[in-house]
Structure formats: structure tokens, C-alpha cells
């Protein structure tokens, strides 16, 4: 069973259009990265929310932690053909010092 | 770029075989955590090492072992190689054995078992 739950698993949307990818868990977190990963690559870092409530802006892309630090979401404005790629969420609970990963979310952006 | 680089990207490996995976780690980093990303899948936690000692370990079996050398490179070994070995083997390098911190990724090597 996986700690963190990302939905949907895959999203497939037209260049200019708006998208969330939700990632979920029972557990509280001290913090939660998203990372984007192209095939055969490793996953690089988007971003690092630690604060319950906090909301990030990466240009298009909008990061927000759940008040109570158990939730995260990622939303996409006007979608660009390289915003394609799998998005996966990670976070690291209190006192623990392991990532535990989301499945992971595919996002196709058709031109 | 990450400052985190792994070798071999590619490897094809036989079942019942050996092998070694590498990783260096970002400069000023004393934490690596290794990963098994099998496709379609997100990356599981395999091990960390932190200072040269196993600092924890995820739900893999004995013949995964690793190792972590004073410049804080790492290797992970695996033995008696299956099947379902066959992965994305993934290094994330961080700091203070990962506690808020954030982790840094090698592009990872890709692993065959035939």
C-alpha cells in the first residue's frame, strides 16, 4: 500500500488547457516535495512545501499544502507541450528520514 | 544538472548474477538514499547511508547491500540478481540524513535482468 495516493494516475489534456494532480495520505508530513521525471531519467525537483497552508508559485505551475499537512496538490495553467512528463509527489513524515513516493501522475499536453 | 552522477546509465545482467551500481554525490552532501523504480511505478526506498553506516532500510531482501565511502560516494550491490530485479535504480544525495533537506537526484541506471 503506498503511503502517498496521487490521482489521477494518467491526464491527458489540449495545449492551453488547465490541470490538478492531487496526492493524498492518512499521514502527517514535516514536508512534501513534487518532482517531474522524463522516461529513462531521474526525477528532478519542482519544489519543497513545509508549511501547513503554504502556497507555491513556479510560473504556471501552483503548489499547495494541506492545512493539516497530510495532502498536497499541483495545478497547471494554460499547459504546454513541455509540461509532459510523470509528476510524482514525495514526503518525508516526522521524525523519519526516508522519501516515501507517490505512484505518480503521467501528464500528456497534446499541441 | 544535479551534481549527482551514476554509472552505468545501462546494464544487462544475466539471472543468478552480480552486480555493482555507483553513485557521487552532490558536493557538501553526506546523505545517499538509494531507490528501485520499477515502470509505471514511483520509486521505492531500498536503503540510506549516511557517514559510511546504513542509517535505515526499506522492504528489500539481504542480497541488496550497499556501501558508503568517506568522500560520500555510495554503491549498491545486488546479489543472485532475479527477474524482477529489473528496474530503475535511482540515488537521491542530501544532507543531515535527509530530515528538511531536500533531495537531489542522478539520472539514474537503468537495469536488465535476462
Known amino acids: 500500500t503506498q503511503l502517498l495516493e496521487q490521482s489521477p494516475q494518467f491526464l491527458s489534456i489540449q495545449e492551453g488547457e488547465n490541470l490538478t494532480v492531487y496526492c493524498n495520505s492518512s499521514?502527517?508530513?514535516?514536508?512534501l516535495q513534487w518532482y517531474r521525471q522524463e522516461p529513462g531519467e531521474g526525477p528532478v525537483l519542482l519544489v519543497t512545501?513545509?508549511?501547513?497552508?503554504e502556497v507555491k508559485k513556479l510560473k504556471r505551475l501552483t503548489f499547495q499544502f494541506g492545512d493539516a499537512r497530510k495532502d498536497s496538490s499541483l495545478h497547471i495553467t494554460a499547459a504546454q507541450p513541455g509540461d509532459t512528463g510523470l509528476y510524482l509527489c514525495?514526503?518525508?513524515?516526522?521524525?523519519?528520514?526516508?522519501?516515501?513516493f507517490g505512484a505518480g501522475t503521467t501528464v500528456t499536453v497534446r499541441a | 544538472e544535479t551534481g549527482v552522477t551514476q554509472s552505468p546509465t545501462h546494464l544487462i545482467k544475466t539471472r543468478g548474477q552480480q552486480v555493482t551500481l555507483r553513485c557521487s554525490s552532490q558536493?557538501?552532501?553526506?546523505?545517499v538514499s538509494w531507490y528501485q523504480q520499477a515502470l509505471g511505478q514511483g520509486p521505492q526506498f531500498i536503503f540510506q547511508y549516511y557517514r559510511e553506516e546504513e542509517n535505515g532500510r526499506g522492504n528489500f531482501p539481504p542480497r541488496f547491500s550497499g556501501l558508503q565511502f568517506p568522500n560520500y560516494s555510495s554503491e549498491l550491490n545486488v546479489n543472485a540478481l532475479e527477474l524482477d530485479d529489473s528496474a530503475l535504480y535511482l540515488c537521491a544525495s542530501s544532507s543531515n540524513r535527509g530530515r528538511n533537506t531536500e533531495a537531489f537526484f542522478g539520472q539514474g541506471t537503468r537495469l536488465t535482468v535476462v
Open positions: 512545501v513545509v508549511t501547513g497552508g
Open positions: 558536493s557538501g552532501h553526506n546523505t
Open positions: 499521514s502527517v508530513f514535516s514536508s
Open positions: 514525495a514526503g518525508v513524515r516526522s521524525n523519519d528520514y526516508k522519501l516515501s
